[in-house]
């Protein structure tokens, strides 16, 4: 039989599949999100995602370092607060003597080699569990942004490299642009949550806040799951207020959109490997229903090869140790 192409030449052996392989995963694609939260010498297991804790600032500061060994070099983090210091207007999420903000600047002078982004959202700090001031029922969207703005002249000011409108205002990137230049952060950049959709695949970090919605839910602000062209939209709209970096959340149920906005955009991509997408894999694996670690890899193959450039991995600590 004369069979000219024979694709499986460089298959043959492992040294010719590593020489071939199209995409690479490298510990520092990787951002680590990490939960804080109030009290000393604190580590609290997330019950919906095995293996991910949330820290008291004494252990999280550990739990750096260790991370910063490994090549992860960028972490994004989220607070869990008690409902005593919710409002409806978020103040707490600008106090600088808050849990947050603290946190911010210590990790800044322990490890100032360390990236950190920070959440701009009201959700962990509102007593309505939205991502914006609700008033009878509905979320006002222009004067959420004043309350964004604050918060986020606020991260900087704590030490913030990376700041992350994950609310889905429309605005806000504009918004946050010019404060966050007015006050003098110029050098700060801004990770819009470009095309974040209204998934169900975000229970488990909600369990890891306590930052589900008190009423309703999120479909009047976050995508519709069934569009994807309006992901250009807001794409485009990110890009002409001035975001550095475009976000697609989640990332597995949408590696189409990943690939869209890579094929239409010349700003780098990020895609968020979101919580319940690592408890799958988790409980999967538990049950002896998979292999997790190479669940695990191929999933993170598979964003990058749809066209991410960052990933906000659960796995970044595991993903690394193995890289």
Not at 11 to 39: K, N
Not at 168 to 186: H, N, W
Not at 218 to 244: F, V
Not at 260 to 273: G, K, M, V
Request: aromatic share 8%; hydrophobic share 40%; net charge negative.
């Amino acid at each position: 039989m004369n069979i000219i192409r024979r694709p499986r030449r460089n298959r043959q052996s492992a040294a010719i599949r590593d020489m071939v392989q199209e995409t690479r995963l490298h510990a520092s694609d990787f951002i680590f999100p990490v939960f804080i939260l109030e009290g000393q010498q604190v580590r609290s297991e997330v019950s919906s995602m095995p293996g991910i804790y949330r820290y008291s600032q004494d252990l999280l500061l550990d739990e750096i370092g260790r991370c910063l060994d490994l090549g992860i070099t960028t972490f994004d983090l989220f607070p869990n607060l008690p409902e005593s210091k919710k409002d409806k207007y978020a103040t707490e999420s600008h106090n600088p003597d808050g849990l947050y903000l603290k946190t911010v600047r210590a990790i800044k002078e322990t490890y100032p080699e360390a990236v950190v982004m920070t959440d701009v959202a009201m959700d962990p700090y509102s007593s309505d569990g939205h991502d914006g001031i609700v008033e009878n029922g509905k979320i006002l969207n222009d004067e959420t942004l004043e309350v964004l703005g604050r918060m986020a002249v606020a991260q900087a000011q704590a030490g913030a490299d990376i700041v992350g409108p994950s609310d889905m205002m429309d605005g806000r990137v504009s918004y946050l642009r010019q404060e966050l230049d007015r006050a003098g952060f110029q050098n700060v950049a801004i990770m819009s949550y470009c095309a974040k959709y209204a998934s169900a695949f975000y229970g488990p970090f909600r369990d890891a806040l306590d930052s589900a919605p008190k009423f309703g839910d999120k479909k009047t602000y976050q995508m519709n799951p069934a569009n994807r062209r309006e992901a250009l939209i807001e794409a485009e709209l990110d890009t002409i207020e001035g975001a550095d970096m475009l976000m697609v959340k989640p990332a597995l149920a949408y590696l189409d959109i990943i690939s869209l906005l890579r094929q239409n955009s010349n700003l780098p991509i990020a895609a968020y490997n979101v919580s319940g997408e690592y408890a799958m894999i988790k409980a999967a694996a538990q049950n002896g229903w998979l292999d997790g670690e190479r669940a695990m890899m191929e999933s993170l193959l598979s964003i990058k090869r749809a066209g991410a450039d960052v990933i906000l991995t659960y796995f970044a600590k595991e993903a690394a140790a193995l890289l």
